[in-house]
């Protein structure tokens, strides 16, 4: 009887490991990866990205990228932080402001969407490690329609949505693309 309740412990304990293996092999997960930048960027709808740089600019200093392709309920997300000359910042930023529908200093998405018509953004997700709320500095600017409260279920924004747009911060020369998907 002992090594009956043995063998089950044993094969008990290999499928935990086996399905905790799998888990791990087959669990996306979030990447910071400059080289697959473009190839990621490729797979996103081109109406969410199309804002993006197709490459990373030469002048760029700065470099940070985060992407994550969602899994179940957790959204997905593209961000591309590039530091670049004062110039092109400046341009930048009046290219966006002609498209932006909103925007709002600093602060992070929970911060966005819950002010009077407020709107879904993003984390600073490529921001330090500890920091998902933008700086004050930064100007995040979204792109895409302001729904009114009364067009809202609850007069929330919920699942299943989009938003994309930059945040810029003319303080540091800095730019952060961003798209969500959830």
Do not use: C
């Amino acid at each position: 009887m002992l090594l009956v309740v043995l063998a089950l412990a044993g094969l008990t304990a290999l499928a935990f490991i086996g399905v905790a293996v799998l888990w791990h092999f087959t669990t996306p997960s979030e990447t910071h990866s400059l080289r697959k930048y473009a190839g990621l960027r490729a797979r996103w709808d081109q109406k969410l990205v199309g804002h993006f740089p197709e490459s990373i600019p030469e002048t760029a200093g700065l470099k940070k990228f985060s992407h994550f392709p969602g899994f179940l309920q957790g959204g997905a997300h593209i961000q591309l932080r590039l530091e670049l000359p004062r110039s092109e910042i400046k341009t930048l930023r009046a290219r966006f402001l002609q498209e932006r529908t909103k925007s709002f200093f600093g602060g992070d998405t929970n911060d966005h969407m819950n002010v009077v018509n407020g709107m879904p953004t993003t984390f600073f997700m490529t921001g330090e490690e500890d920091q998902h709320e933008f700086p004050a500095d930064y100007e995040v600017m979204i792109f895409d329609p302001v729904l009114p409260e009364s067009e809202r279920p609850d007069g929330h924004y919920w699942n299943h949505g989009q938003s994309h747009g930059v945040a810029i911060s003319e303080k540091r020369n800095e730019i952060i693309y961003w798209a969500e998907s959830w």
